[in-house]
C-alpha cells in the first residue's frame, strides 16, 4: 500500500549484529502495529504502539513510534538466526481497517 | 479453537472455476476479516465482518468475490470464475472486537494458498 512505506525493502545481517526497519505512513495512524511472517505461515503478532513516544520491547525487540512524524521503527539488538523472516508494518485506521506496508525480508546470515 | 483455522492450506484450480476458502475464528471474537497477498507485497484488506454483517466490503475487488458468516462465528469466502490473477495467499483475521482499542489485535490465521491454473 502506498499509505505505508517501510524501508529497507530487504536486509541482510551477520549474525550478532544489530538492524533497523523503518515504517512510514502518509496518513493519520490510530495504531501501528508490528507483525512477523515466515514463508507460507501467516502473521505473528509482535507489538502494538498507540501513543506518541511510546516504546516496547519483547525480548531483542523493540519498536518505537513517533506520532508527529507518523513513523515507526522496529530495532532488533544481536540478531540471531530466528530472526529471520519479512517484518510487516500495519496501520490502524479510524474506519477500523488495518493496513499493511509491502514488507522487509531479513536474512541473517551466520 | 486455540488459533485462526483456515481450509484449505493450498487449493489449485482451473480458470473459471468456483471456489470457497473457510474460516474459523478464535471462539468469542467477534470481528473476523479477510486479506490477500500476492508474492512480495503485504497483506491487501477485502472485506471484514462485526458479528454475522459485513460491515466493510470496499476491499473485494469486484462481484465475483463474496463472503459470508451466517452465525457470526465461522466465515467462507467465495470466488465465482475463478481468474489466474486471482492466485495468492487469502489470509483471515479476527479480532475480540471491533475499535481503537490495544485490546483488538488481529490474529492471523495460515492462509489459504490459491492457484489458479
Known amino acids: 500500500s502506498q499509505e505505508l512505506e517501510q524501508s529497507p525493502q530487504s536486509l541482510i545481517v551477520q549474525e550478532g549484529k544489530n538492524l533497523t526497519i523503518n515504517c512510514t505512513s502518509s496518513?493519520?495512524?490510530?495504531?501501528l502495529y508490528w507483525y512477523k511472517q515466515k514463508y507460507g505461515e501467516g502473521l505473528i503478532f509482535l507489538m502494538m504502539?498507540?501513543?506518541?513516544?511510546e516504546e516496547k520491547s519483547h525480548e531483542k525487540i523493540t519498536a518505537k513510534l513517533d506520532e508527529k512524524k507518523q513513523q515507526s521503527s522496529l530495532h532488533i539488538t544481536a540478531s540471531q538466526p530466528s530472526h529471520a523472516g519479512i517484518y510487516l508494518c500495519?496501520?490502524?485506521?479510524?474506519?477500523?481497517?488495518?493496513?499493511f506496508g509491502a514488507g522487509t525480508t531479513v536474512t541473517v546470515r551466520a | 479453537g486455540a488459533g485462526v483455522s483456515q481450509t484449505p492450506s493450498n487449493k489449485v484450480t482451473e480458470k473459471g472455476k468456483y471456489v470457497e476458502l473457510r474460516c474459523d475464528p478464535i471462539?468469542?471474537?467477534?470481528?473476523l476479516y479477510w486479506y490477500r497477498q500476492s508474492l512480495g507485497q503485504g497483506p491487501e484488506f477485502l472485506i471484514y465482518?462485526?458479528?454475522?454483517?459485513?460491515?466493510?466490503d470496499s476491499g473485494l475487488p469486484n462481484d465475483r468475490f463474496f463472503a459470508v458468516r451466517p452465525e457470526g462465528s465461522v466465515s467462507t469466502l467465495k470466488i465465482q470464475r475463478t481468474e489466474r490473477g486471482d492466485s495468492a495467499v487469502y489470509l483471515c483475521a479476527s479480532s475480540p472486537g471491533l475499535g481503537l482499542s490495544g485490546a483488538n489485535v488481529l490474529t492471523f490465521g495460515a492462509g489459504s494458498r490459491l492457484t489458479v491454473l
Open positions: 504502539l498507540q501513543k506518541g513516544g
Open positions: 496518513k493519520t495512524l490510530y495504531g
Open positions: 471462539s468469542g471474537h467477534t470481528a
Open positions: 500495519g496501520a490502524l485506521r479510524r474506519d477500523y481497517k488495518l493496513s
Open positions: 465482518f462485526q458479528g454475522t454483517g459485513a460491515a466493510d
